[in-house]
């Protein structure tokens, strides 16, 4: 018996695997989610001594752990953020796992940091940011935050003070508190309050911190989560230069939409960004677990996060290579990025960008849909994929019973927000085969 090599798993489990694959392609299902004591004994003797075999094994995953998830790569996801991965960026992610390259360094994978970093140079161009900008694919957002952030940090000098929106993605706070920058003697915290538009402006913050000299970090969203609104980069940018400050851009979600050249003015400023980031794994249809980390000067980068040490230290040999592990918090490191480099080679970037405009067509679609009913008003007409809406006489309750009824029905798995405070309906549209007929059986639930 051996875990490795041919004959290891069965011809017809292979088969199988690649089945699931190609289902989960063709439609995924929107799924469901199970409480703990009902989904925890369901797995009960599954780890054993011996082992169950490849058909049982097989059969308590196709059973029980798959059919109780919600599907984040369904059409008819519309909360939080979804997931809808190209078929090429599934089959590529599949071949990464396969091959286990070495993606933290050139000198065990040359070929796969050439096609990531081919695909952060795409990126880059696309945000306009300049000729040396470079960095890394990770993990996601958060970690992505956190790495960026690190820099900042030492970029600060003596202006120890963080200017951030109300509207900045919990990672960025939990990132600042971890960074030590919310809380220690020296260092403050200004979350600048946006108003009803959402939308973190230049103004705003010269206003917040008119008079200090003790300003070293501008956060800024290009696409804030919640209700998706670009931020006034360009006017932060300006602010944030005269400050002296680096200026940070979370554009984990919203960073695409620069993409589509009628929405690009919204994304004037981005390329002066010192940081920012962009997640494949949300707008650019890449699977999940990606997310594209760029630096103006990737040098103060490493600077922070290059790893040191017997064994490794080899990796930085005489001449200069461009290891991705200095760039980001992770050493050991999957390629993330490829899968979206071989979407981008097998389909071009004009698919993707025609991608990224279904899903704002669908959200425009959706707002002249629900405006038009009498009980249902707009928060703020969408920008990007987000829609943020009120239904007169709902509070909590009445939100948490319609997400569960959209949900019962078979309609879509949505999700209830909060704005200033504030219950309201959201919708996220992004996966560009989403039925327009969606829109139709939401709205008729909100009349
Ligand atoms: C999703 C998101 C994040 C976090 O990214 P993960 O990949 O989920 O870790 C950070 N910032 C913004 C604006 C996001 O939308």
Known sequence: MTLHGEGAIPADLARRFAAFIDDRIAQAPLGRTLPPSVMMPLLDGVITAEGLGADAAWNRFVDHVSPNNVGLDSERYLAFIPVSPSAAGVWMDAAVSAATYSAESWLEAAGVVAAENQTLRWLADVFGMPASAGGCFMSGGSIGNLSALAVAREQMGERRSVAVADTAHASVFNSLRMLGLTREPGHEMIVVQTGDDGRFTGAALAAAVEGRTDIGLVVAAAGSTNAGVVDDLAGLADVAERLGAWFHVDGAYGAAGALLPELRHLYDGLGRADSMIVDPHKWLFAPEGSCALLYKQPDLAAAVH???????????????????????????????GLPLWFALAVHGTDAHADAIRRGIELTRLAAERLSAIEEVSLVMPPQLGVLLFRRAGWGRAEWGAWAHRV?????????????????????????????????DEIAATLA
């Open 306 to 336: 290059t790893q040191h040490g017997p064994y490794i230290d080899i990796l930085h040999g005489d001449e200069p290579l461009w290891n991705p592990s200095d760039y980001g918090y992770q050493l050991t490191r999957r390629a993330s």
């Open 407 to 439: 949900l019962s029905e078979g309609i879509a798995f949505v999700a209830p927000s909060t704005w200033k405070g504030e219950p309201v309906g959201r919708l996220v549209f992004l996966h560009p085969r989403t039925p327009e007929s969606v829109i």
